[in-house]
């Protein structure tokens, strides 16, 4: 009997003669709890209170003036199973007597929105097949899951399930199928559940799975759609889907996708930007934003890799800021949806009224989808943008933590070249992560320090003795040479500088040290030139401090450029392939120290070479006849070019080969 039964009971016969009975069918009950059967967690209550009871009646059988007290004590027995009778839980997931509602014996109704969903690993089956089945979403304590025929959700339960982690779940036998549910096992929090669905031989040909979670006592949903997974070639379920009541209440107002989305349509009937271009939405790499005019409405879908959120904005310019947005967050494993404001480049602020209609979402294999609609013009929605007209779109992803709270985007979002009209020609788009300004000033620097500095330095120094008889332009070859390179070094580097403000608009406070830096550097540039405008004589006394400063200058230049731009990478509008790129810089960095290295060696060893064949040539001097040491002097200095120019050769061809081979790799990852 339960609970209502007995209290029916007590209520038409509120007798003493029937208060043992009473008592005795509660001791039954209580003792069929402990041996884990179905049953209401309160008869354990009512056996503790039904002990004291029994012993009083032998009390009270030996009075006869307390038949009042009696009839009391039974009235308190009665309004005891009154107040507990709402109480009908089932704490140890035995609830085989909801296999058909799935509804709990709460005593309250169902809430109206799910919080948690239901994801499968795949989209058919076939007799036989495992399906990888997933409950997740906030904190809850019990759950029911079961398959149905998902064109008649009122029919028995569909195949069987096999458990994943036995400490969270049970198996269930609903009708004649066993194994056909799975429920809790404790009401311990939980926040994902998985098991696996084995499909029957006589499976219909769309399955359905449902599930009732229950979050507190008083708080739960019932039959909460799930995926739906179809027989190959099967047709399309009938719609609309033959559901309970419950069901209907639950599901609104959101849905959920069974399948991902595709790139079908694109320019033909629906505007689509993707990222990479071309790729496939279906993939865990493709960043997919859709507009499909049905109307006086726009149908958005969005698609992307990303653990945390989804984000895409119109906006009247290439500027975050004062534009029109919509977000999708996972919250731990529910994706909300919602528009928003962007107001500076501070974090965007949620509308409370949502605009948008038809709300559906997925979460698979670490991709998030959503898809929704909305009306072309929303006058009555303050901050809303009239979709019939141009605007640039951005899009971008991050982090969401516990609560839906958004961070700030780890790299620069995906922007498009120019303004779009999405319910004008449809088209297929991509865009860039990165701006052209910000390319060019990357690769100018890149070329201004890497390369025409570092060979000007290297002419300078070791080919000024090699070239010193050569002259171009009335002036010795190296030195020509040398400041041809470096007045392009710093007509480059101004050039470059000045992109970065072009593009922002003035000064970047989301850049760290590069901006300082990289000011550093270009008044270190300016300086170089004009110290050199006044340099003194080569036998003035303070020519030797001249050269001092000017090789100090240049060496800080060069040194403070090469940790500019290793900041500078890492910095999210330049969007590089991350390690590669900082691996390519240290190559780079590695080899001209390397070269510098390698020909102050040979020009030491050179030099040693000279003063040990000088002190040989005049020893021999010494002891031959002019005409012998004439020959021994020639055939010296003869050996002595022919090392030099060998040794020189090889050197150049490597610094010429390696550079230029590395430079093309890392120009096509700028640009």
Known sequence: MRLTEYRKHLGSKLK???????????????????SNRSCNVVWVALLQVAKPVTALLGHFKRRSSCKMELSG???????????????????????????????????????????????????????????????????????????RDAEHLDSPAVGSFILADQRLSQLLTCGHTKNSAVSHTSKAKKKYVKVYWIAPGDAPKHVQFLATVVKKYKTFWVKIPGAIVSQPNAPSPTMPLHRTSETVSASHPISYLTKPFNASGCGNKKFCIRNPSSCDPESASCFFLSFRQEKSSVLIEMSGPSEGYLAFALSHDQWMGGDDAYVCVNEDHHVSVSTAYLKGRSPPVLNSENALEDVSWRLADGVLQCSFRRNIHLTAHKGRFNLDASYYIFLADGEASEGGLIHKHHRQPLITSGMYNITGLPQDIGGSRSPRLIKAHGALMFVAWITTVSVGVIVARFFKPVWSHSFLFGKEMWFQVHRMLMLTTVMLTSISFVLPFIYRGGWSKQAGFHPYLGCTVMALAICQPLMAGFRPSPHAPRRQLFNWFHWSTGTTARILAVVTMFLGMDLPALDLSDP??????????????????????????????????????????????SAEAEASHHFVNTTMRWYDYLFKTITDTSMAFFPFFCRVICLNRLC
């Not at 003493?16 to 402990?34: D, F, Q, S, T, Y």
């Not at 035995?94 to 499968?120: A, D, F, Y």
């Not at 040990?612 to 021999?620: A, K, N, P, T």
């Open 16 to 34: 003493h003669e029937e208060l043992p009975l009473i008592l005795g069918m509660i001791k039954g009950n209580a003792v069929r709890c402990k």
């Open 580 to 625: 590669w790129d900082t691996y390519m810089m240290i190559g780079f960095v590695a080899w001209h120290v390397g070269i510098d290295v390698l020909l102050e060696i040979h020009s030491y060893c050179l030099i040693r070479k000279v003063e040990v064949i000088e002190d040989d040539r005049i020893q021999i001097l010494q002891s031959l006849t």
């Open 73 to 147: 004590l039974a009235f308190a027995v009665w309004m005891f199973i009154c107040l507990c009778g709402p109480l009908d839980g089932y704490p140890n997931g035995k609830i085989r007597e909801v296999c058909s509602s799935m509804m709990p014996h709460h005593g309250s109704s169902p809430q109206l929105s799910p919080e948690h969903i239901i994801t499968v690993n795949g989209t058919e089956f076939k007799p036989g097949d495992r399906i990888e089945v997933n409950l997740s979403g906030p904190d809850f304590e019990g759950f029911f899951i079961q398959a």
